[in-house]
């Protein structure tokens, strides 16, 4: 029987988009593994460590994703640069990289270090963990330059079609990170092998050594990603201009300002999101930053594939191939509706095994496994909105994103959280059903706006 074009377009896109996103799966599935083990072995220290670590985790993520909004910007003009054959474009871009990544890294550093005694107090963290959430804030971010370079120069390396590096990184970095968390977490003990007994040092410096681990691997991983793009045959900034240029600068910070301005508004929500949560207790968050933990790892599929959109859309955009662009679209979304359906019924299933493994607490296993189960049945409806966004900033549009972000974050979640949390005086329960209306939203908005064509440019 003969194949339909879309069939045809399907087959040979396949091979392609899972080239791309597996090694950005695999990379998040290392990382989420070693999340997961992060958050267990703080665990065993008792509820008030887990609500101190994952009280500022939502200024963490607001720090995190403004830093790759900005990668963005470079991914979009490299992507497009190769697509177009315009391989000394690309490597000048990547000069200019190393610029902003320096300046990024030395004022992230500042800003998070001289604020990190008034953040748990912001984030209205219980005053009996304030100062240990402090703490663990200000260790984490001294080694912002290196985590600038991580996020950035890994940025650089997936536009040029390299995803194995940055996942080869990632995964040695969370290597490193549970190994030292083991020995800086835990005091000297003893580990019975059969009829052998050995004796494991340890500094026994708790939450303390969790964020000293992380700052380890953070200066690792930032060193070894930096050493990668220099040796990169496509995009190396060696031997390019580092003063800035604004014939490469503008074209970059023209997409990535939008989305830069909507990754700080969204995650500046996620902070006000927290911020009530914390407000609720103890129980509520350690809960919630349980549940936010496990169900990180059910989304690896949907950033995986984004990745991927937005590399392979930045390509065929500067090319100026429109049947590719199309056929990558027609390819893309359906797999990640299925993807997501997959990882959703998984996480149904098997919430409160999941959120056992973190904790002990009766209360706090019966609150995250009910807000686990609540949006694993969003999740589906979630990819869409993820796949349509990555080839959105392939191709430079993140004007309309940032306005849907926004509109959804703030209209629907933080206001409908303020008043469940704050007016009405209910619990968890109702401000994650705040977030998957969030999440619907941005379903519909960014499936009507696909529908319509507007999320790709003329060519």
Known sequence: MRKTPRENSFRVMLPTI????????????????????????VGTLGTQATASVGATASVNWMIGNTISAIGVGFLAYISQSIGAGRGEDARKASGQAVTITLLSGIFFTALTCGLSGMVPVWMRV?????KMASRYFLIIYTPMLFRAASIIFGTLLRAAGDTRTPMKVGILVNVINVVMNYFLIYGPHTVQIGRFALHIPGAGWGIDGAAIASALAFVVGGTVMTIALWRHPRISPRRQRKRPDLNILRPCFRVAFPNMLQRFATTFGFVAFASMINSLGETSTAAHTIANT?????YIPGWGMQTAAATLAGNAYGAHDERKLKD??????????????????LLFAFAP???????????????????????ALSEPFYGIPIVIEGMMQGVGKTVAPFIFNIIGMWCVRIAGTFVCTQLLGYGLVSAWACMIAHNLLLCVLFSIHYLRGRWKPQM
């Open 126 to 130: 219980d005053p009996s963990i304030r």
């Open 353 to 375: 095994s999941l959120v056992r493994i973190f904790t002990k607490d009766p209360e706090v296993i019966r609150l995250g496994s009910t807000v686990l189960r609540m949006v």
């Open 328 to 345: 990558l679209s027609r390819t893309i979304i359906p797999l990640e509706v299925c993807l997501m359906v997959i990882t959703g019924g």
């Open 18 to 41: 899972l080239a791309l996103a597996l090694p950005t799966m695999l990379e998040q599935l290392t990382q989420t593994a070693v999340q997961y083990i992060d958050t267990a072995m």
């Open 294 to 298: 496990v169900e990180s790892g059910f």
